[in-house]
T-cell receptor, first 117, second 109 residues
Framework: SAVISQKPSRDICQRGTSLTIQCQVD?????MFWYRQQPGQSLTLIAT?????????ESGFVIDKFPISRPNLTFSTLTVSNMSPEDSSIYLC??????????????FGEGSWLTVV | KNEVEQSPQNLTAQEGEFITINCSYS?????LHWLQQHPGGGIVSLFM???GKKKHGRLIATINIQEKHSSLHITASHPRDSAVYIC???????????FGEGTQLTVNP
């Protein structure tokens, strides 16, 4: 199993500022993912955080807006840059662990609720 | 059309009722996940399926790979089961998921 600690859990941010979200896992994991959940919607993958190399971003998400760090196999950060009200969302990190050949059990952080005013 | 479709979007039940949530997908997958999200936002993994059926307590999940369809059943539903249930597929066994829109379940006492 994997226990994920994510912070901050909640924040209110001023338009134009940036905020960094941290995700700490209690075991080493190869793959870490960052998701966004806009109000009333399901989760959308922002990027895969790769240890030792640049993150892999999904269509519609760019490094300048969502820079990601992955300095080791237990930690990652996501920064939401130059925020606007449209960035108000829950941001979640996720890892896969304890798997079989078909796939891994998926674990999520508690989520970071960001409100941009 | 979304690669993962869930139905219904919203479901209200009385305590004790048997509940079924459906998930259909249109892509090849290595595994399908059922997740539960409570109002606080936290997400918990309920099941990972690659074939057949799994049971955990009052929850049962089935998958038909040929039909590209999965169902989540809750027996003897309880108000504490009220949550959003999300179906997600892993296309590559790499833990990178594609999500359905979720089903908001409300169980009334």
């Amino acid at each position: 199993s994997a226990v994920i600690s994510q912070k901050p859990s909640r924040d209110i941010c001023q338009r134009g500022t940036s905020l960094t979200i941290q995700c700490q896992v209690d075991s080493q994991v190869t793959m870490m993912f960052w998701y966004r959940q806009q109000p009333g919607q399901s989760l959308t993958l922002i990027a895969t955080a790769n240890q030792g190399s640049e993150a892999t971003y999904e269509s519609g998400f760019v490094i300048d807006k969502f820079p990601i760090s992955r300095p080791n196999l237990t930690f990652s950060t996501l920064t939401v840059s130059n925020m606007s009200p449209e960035d108000s969302s829950i941001y979640l990190c996720s890892v896969g662990a304890s798997g079989t050949a078909a796939g891994n059990t998926i674990y999520f952080g508690e989520g970071s609720w960001l409100t941009v005013v | 059309k979304n690669e993962v479709e869930q139905s219904p979007q919203n479901l209200t039940a009385q305590e004790g009722e048997f509940i079924t949530i459906n998930c259909s997908y249109s892509v090849g997958i290595s595994a399908l996940h059922w997740l539960q999200q409570h109002p606080g936002g936290g997400i918990v993994s309920l099941f990972m399926l690659s074939s057949g059926k799994k049971k955990h307590g009052r929850l049962i999940a089935t998958i038909n790979i040929q039909e590209k369809h999965s169902s989540l059943h809750i027996t003897a539903s309880h108000p504490r089961d009220s949550a959003v249930y999300i179906c997600a597929v892993d296309k590559t066994s790499g833990s990178r998921l594609t999500f359905g829109e979720g089903t908001q379940l409300t169980v009334n006492p």
